[in-house]
């Protein structure tokens, strides 16, 4: 059974960093792609960042690029997110997902159940 | 950068009834569209991918189709389980994006 647990949300203040995690298992975890999708708190959906089963090619959203950097160790099967110089509009629950391959448009076959990121002061 | 939009954002249905939801692409995205459903405090769900292939253990009241730019996400017989949002999400390039999503209320 595929399972993805985040973990490393906090509330922190605006300016602060975090490092996100998602350990994936019951999966060849380096085999695929993944994701990273926030949803603030009453909105929709939000694709934040994606990263090949290799971790050779790295895509970000306009809103978080050059604050956020996603990146993965298949040795661990763990995905991570850096976030820095968080402002109250990265409020948000951050949900980790599976692509179902490692090609250049993926849909999301598995979610974790996704870590809370309150920015405030 | 291509947009999506669902509409309507709020739908009204009853046990039963046969709701239909829309996606819009601004560029055509082939086939390259997937359907989730999502409840309060829980992690979305794949339902539909490559615009109207169902995902395995969803139920077949569930059915979507179209391709390019336009989008159906169709619920036949809503059941009590069923109310909840439903996002669209396009995956043509290496990134996605999804649509503002369509909450189905009673």
């Known amino acids: 059974e595929v399972q993805l647990l985040e973990s490393g949300g906090a509330l922190v203040q605006p300016g602060g960093s975090l490092r996100l995690s998602c350990a994936g298992s019951?999966?060849?975890?380096?085999?695929?792609?993944m994701y990273w999708v926030r949803q603030a708190p009453g909105k929709g959906l939000e694709w934040v960042s994606g990263?090949?089963?290799?971790?050779?090619?790295?895509y970000y959203a306009d809103s978080v690029r050059g604050r956020f950097s996603v990146s993965r160790d298949n040795s661990k099967n763990t995905l991570y997110l850096q976030v820095n110089s968080l402002t109250s509009e990265d409020t948000a629950v951050y949900y980790c997902?599976?692509?179902?391959?490692?090609?250049?448009?993926?849909?999301?076959?598995?979610w974790g159940q996704g870590t809370l990121v309150t920015v405030s002061s | 950068d291509i947009q999506m939009t669902q509409s309507p954002s709020t739908l009204s249905a009853s046990v039963g009834d046969r709701v239909t939801i829309s996606c819009r692409a601004s560029q055509s995205i082939d086939i390259w569209l997937a359907w989730y459903q999502q409840k309060p405090g829980k992690a979305p769900k794949l339902l539909i991918y490559?615009?109207?292939r169902l995902e395995s253990g969803v139920p077949s009241r569930f059915s979507a189709s179209g391709s390019g730019t336009d989008f159906t996400l169709t619920i036949n017989s809503l059941q009590p389980d069923d109310f909840a949002t439903y996002y669209c999400?396009?995956?043509?390039?290496?990134?996605?994006?999804f649509g503002q999503g369509t909450r189905v209320q009673i």
């Open positions: 490559e615009a109207s």
């Open positions: 997902a599976k692509g179902h391959g490692d090609w250049k448009g993926n849909y999301f076959d598995h």
């Open positions: 019951g999966f060849n975890f380096g085999s695929y792609a």
């Open positions: 990263i090949t089963g290799s971790g050779v090619n790295i």
């Open positions: 999400h396009r995956y043509e390039d290496y990134w996605g994006t």
